[in-house]
């Protein structure tokens, strides 16, 4: 199996514990609040790898480079907005639901990937983006 399929679906499954424990800790809190505390946690925990791999000194370098610090930006401004907006969803839907509508991300991950990127899309891939938003949409159907 490929690395990036290993990772990718190790992913997928912190993403639906993500879910799971998000709805169970938002038992009367604010949604907002409970995703700054978890971004907060996150960033140590991140900080906490780059300690053990030895690589706290590369973020003056990656801070350095204008381009990629630009994209990092946006980048985390539309995932702490994503985390927000998931977050919300959860507190007054339904997992079963929320997460599948969630990962519509991927139909529009592969569309943004095609139209800026410049990436090929088979014939397959394309009846499985077609399946993937077809299903995030009959699971959203009370």
């Given at each position: 199996?490929?690395?990036?399929?290993?990772?990718?679906?190790?992913?997928?499954?912190?993403?639906?514990?993500?879910?799971?424990?998000g709805k169970?800790?938002?038992?009367g809190?604010?949604?907002?609040?409970?995703?700054?505390?978890?971004?907060?946690?996150?960033?140590?925990?991140?900080?906490?790898?780059l300690?053990?791999?030895?690589?706290?000194?590369?973020?003056?370098?990656?801070?350095?480079?204008?381009?990629?610090?630009?994209?990092?930006?946006?980048?985390?401004?539309?995932?702490?907005?994503?985390?927000?907006?998931?977050?919300?969803?959860?507190?007054?839907?339904?997992?079963?639901?929320?997460?599948?509508?969630?990962?519509?991300?991927?139909?529009?991950?592969?569309i943004l990937?095609?139209?800026?990127?410049?990436?090929?899309?088979?014939?397959?891939?394309?009846?499985?983006?077609?399946?993937?938003?077809?299903?995030?949409?009959?699971?959203?159907?009370?």
């Open positions: 199996m490929a690395s990036w399929l290993i990772y990718a679906l190790l992913s997928a499954v912190m993403a639906a514990l993500v879910a799971i424990f169970l800790g938002l038992a809190v604010d949604a907002n609040t409970a995703t700054a505390m978890r971004s907060v946690i996150m960033a140590l925990f991140l900080v906490g790898v300690v053990y791999e030895g690589k706290l000194g590369q973020i003056a370098t990656v801070a350095a480079n204008k381009k990629a610090m630009s994209f990092i930006l946006l980048s985390g401004v539309a995932g702490a907005l994503s985390w927000l907006f998931y977050f919300v969803a959860l507190k007054y839907g339904n997992v079963s639901q929320v997460g599948p509508v969630d990962k519509l991300s991927v139909v529009i991950a592969v990937s095609v139209i800026f990127l410049g990436e090929k899309l088979s014939l397959l891939n394309a009846a499985g983006v077609v399946m993937i938003a077809a299903g995030a949409l009959l699971v959203a159907i009370k």
